[in-house]
């Protein structure tokens, strides 16, 4: 999937034939956000009440559920979301919906986010997952996973949606300008750039300033 220049930026069309399919892919974000920061914000309560960890345990999980999120992000982006070469078709075309398409509408609103059903079905498989593998561990470090993702989606949706600022948070911006419109091979790290340091996937500084010119585009 190669990031184009003609790329549109209105509402995108529908994904399947059928109306309610297309009506479960669209969401407000406030939906999806919500529904993780109680999440995450449930299983911290229910830590704190029921399993009685250290605070030092639950805020060390916490934080570590962060830092687990900006990995999963940077991974998922990169790798299963932009399909490497040879790739299947049916893999492809399965990006390209769950996010190929992002790339050619990248500011319709209502495609910025799974939408609240998914979003749930979501949460729940990874809490059975974190507690299968980590018992009472896994929810501490759940909740700053799903806080994470939260986060990520705020942020997606703030760097598409609204000017550039000019302040520290302005780099993110410039990120994600450089991975929709000039290279999608690059800069998987949407709410940090952490992982791009890590795996080298950084741009060249020269690109810097072309973006300079494609900056309201995001």
């Known amino acids: 999937m190669k990031s184009t220049s003609n790329v549109r930026s209105d509402s995108s069309p529908d994904?399947?034939?059928?109306?309610?399919l297309n009506k479960l892919t669209r969401t407000h974000i406030a939906f999806p956000v919500a529904i993780f920061f109680l999440y995450?914000?449930?299983l911290l309560y229910y830590t704190v009440a029921q399993v009685h960890?250290?605070?030092a345990t639950i805020v060390g999980l916490f934080f570590s559920g962060l830092l687990l999120f900006t990995f999963a992000e940077y991974v998922v982006h990169r790798w299963v979301y932009h399909p490497p070469e040879g790739a299947?078709?049916?893999?492809?075309?399965f990006t390209y919906?769950?996010?190929g398409i992002h790339h050619d509408y990248p500011k319709d609103k209502q495609r910025l986010a799974m939408p609240p059903w998914l979003s749930l079905i979501v949460a729940t498989v990874l809490l059975l997952i974190f507690e299968f593998l980590?018992?009472?561990y896994g929810f501490s470090l759940l909740?700053?996973?799903?806080?994470?993702?939260?986060?990520y989606l705020l942020v997606h949706y703030i760097v598409h949606i609204f000017p550039m600022p000019k302040n520290f948070f302005r780099a993110l911006w410039i990120n994600h300008a450089i991975h929709h419109y000039s290279t999608d091979e690059i800069l998987f790290g949407v709410s940090s750039p952490l992982w791009d340091y890590v795996f080298r996937t950084l741009p060249e500084k020269d690109w810097k300033q072309e973006i300079?010119?494609?900056r309201n585009r995001v």
């Open 15 to 20: 994904l399947f034939k059928h109306p309610f």
């Open 40 to 42: 995450a914000g449930g």
């Open 53 to 55: 960890l250290p605070v």
């Open 88 to 93: 299947s078709q049916g893999f492809v075309d």
């Open 97 to 99: 919906k769950v996010h």
């Open 134 to 136: 980590l018992g009472r």
């Open 143 to 151: 909740a700053g996973f799903l806080a994470g993702y939260a986060s």
């Open 212 to 214: 300079s010119v494609k």
